[in-house]
């Protein structure tokens, strides 16, 4: 019987970006492990790095973001990898919700639909729940693989400068992706500084540095170790 084993794990990244016609302060976005304690970054992962999935497996991890800018926002999120074998693709499935709403599929280079309907109104905050679920029919040949991943929570003014919002005022554009580069056409580069806030970082991580992409979307990726192992049986 072959199985196949996952350490998901120590360095999930969540890179909060919020989007808007004029510039915000770089503390526009709290995050917090437990809704109390706020800064603007977290110092542990989301998925413990010391945890193996088998097929079947599914777990839920939750973290809390705070609009501290000056407006309205609507809210997205998204997966960005890599992913080599594929794994994103054929076995490992993600998903994401707000304050226990629906839950929003996550694919892997496209920014997901809105994670809810209302407004997050400034000041207010909401839980995040990410769900990975390892699928139970995975049996694939056993290897060894990284994979890289990172979460992109992006969090646009709900109302554009026509009294749009902000998705309808261009488009929906700040929802996809350029087809060429990979980067969300409304997020500014790194380049452009201070809009980027809210990282959570990988501490105590053990599958490897942080590394700052170079793109235009100027995302902060972790890896996740991925480990896929056969098992023969009871019998040597």
């Known amino acids: 019987m072959n199985r196949r084993m996952v350490l998901l794990g120590a360095s999930v ?31 542990e992962p989301l998925f413990d790095a010391d945890v193996a ?46 304050d226990g709403g629906d839950w929003v599929e996550l694919r892997n280079g496209a920014a997901s639909t809105r994670l809810t309907d209302e407004v997050i109104e400034q000041g207010r905050v909401v839980e995040v729940d990410v769900n990975a679920t390892f699928d139970p029919a995975s049996t694939n040949q056993s290897q060894t ?25 261009d488009g929906g554009a700040d929802a996809d992706l350029d087809a060429d580069s990979g980067a969300d056409l409304d997020v500014p580069s790194a380049a452009a500084g201070s809009d980027f806030e809210g990282v959570l970082p990988g501490a105590g991580a053990t599958t490897g540095p942080w590394i700052v992409l170079g793109g235009a979307a100027g995302l902060l990726l972790g890896a996740i170790l991925v480990r896929r192992r056969s098992e023969q049986g009871e019998t040597s």
């Open 13 to 43: 990244a969540v890179l909060l970006a919020l989007v808007s016609t004029a510039a915000h302060a770089a503390d526009d976005v709290g995050l917090s492990p437990d809704g109390t304690t706020w800064s603007g970054s977290l110092a």
């Open 145 to 169: 693989s990284r994979l890289t991943l990172d979460f992109a929570v992006i969090l646009a003014d709900a109302v554009g400068t026509d009294g749009e919002s902000d998705a309808d005022a």
């Open 53 to 98: 999935w088998v097929p079947g497996d599914s777990r839920t991890e939750s973290f809390f973001v705070r609009n501290q800018g000056p407006s309205g926002a609507s809210m997205r999120i998204e997966a960005r990898s890599e992913d080599q074998d594929a794994l994103l693709f054929d076995d490992v499935a993600l998903r994401a919700r707000v």
